[in-house]
T-cell receptor, first 113, second 115 residues
Framework: KAGVTQTPRYLIKTRGQQVTLSCSPI?????VSWYQQTPGQGLQFLFE???????NKGNFPGRFSGRQFSNSRSEMNVSTLELGDSALYLC????????????FGQGTRLTVV | KQEVTQIPAALSVPEGENLVLNCSFT??????LQWFRQDPGKGLTSLLL?????REQTSGRLNASLDKSSGRSTLYIAASQPGDSATYLC??????????????FGTGTLLAVQP
């Protein structure tokens, strides 16, 4: 059974650019959540999606956005990149939107220069 | 505002020791609590999920307990091995009066098991 797949694994972008990260959840899972991990702030919740609808959003600026498709795959987008956006972005997959176990992908390492 | 703290921040033990990692949270209104491990530069691996109505869960050499009223969870690792070296994270799923899969993470415990 395939796990959570995140692409790309590594990205280097320049300040001011935008970036799109992709997450394919475990087959049959319908809930996807996104997290940002940095050495200073730890793991912070970005947003969660279920059935193509955003159910919860963390305390991040509007430059961070996301969406979920009908096949449950999800993308997150960061516009006007800042140096502080450099982080490991992790996607979590869950079967339902009812507080069930979360399974994480390997993450996308974004470096903004 | 829910805050999750893990003590100690780092721990080094010789192989074979039994050890306990601690996690505390400020708001007892949680759906469940999940323990993860993270290897350097990698994603998170789920270890155990404890529902708010449960007191403990076991998986192999791992045992996690939950005392919701006091805001505490512990992860017990028996007979530690060098392969257990990783960062261990606990996360609570807050109960806002509705379902959510949002996780609030602790600061992590970096474990090193010396051969």
């Amino acid at each position: 059974k395939a796990g959570v797949t995140q692409t790309p694994r590594y990205l280097i972008k320049t300040r001011g650019q935008q970036v799109t990260l992709s997450c394919s959840p475990i087959s049959g899972h319908r809930s996807v959540s996104w997290y940002q991990q940095t050495p200073g702030q730890g793991l912070q919740f970005l947003f969660e999606y279920f059935s193509e609808t955003q159910r919860n959003k963390g305390n991040f600026p509007g430059r961070f956005s996301g969406r979920q498709f009908s096949n449950s795959r999800s993308e997150m987008n960061v516009s006007t990149l800042e140096l502080g956006d450099s982080a490991l972005y992790l996607c979590a997959s869950s079967l339902e939107w009812r507080g069930v176990e979360a399974f994480f992908g390997q993450g996308t390492r974004l470096t903004v220069v | 505002k829910q805050e999750v703290t893990q003590i100690p921040a780092a721990l080094s033990v010789p192989e074979g020791e039994n050890l306990v990692l601690n996690c505390s949270f400020t708001d007892s209104a949680i759906y469940n609590l999940q323990w993860f491990r993270q290897d350097p530069g990698k994603g998170l691996t789920s270890l155990l999920l404890i529902q708010s109505s449960q007191r403990e869960q076991t998986s192999g050499r791992l045992n996690a307990s939950l005392d919701k009223s006091s805001g505490r969870s512990t992860l017990y690792i028996a007979a530690s091995q060098p392969g257990d070296s990783a960062t261990y994270l606990c996360a609570v799923r807050p109960h806002y009066g509705g379902a959510t899969n949002k996780l609030i993470f602790g600061t992590g415990t970096l474990l090193a098991v010396q051969p």
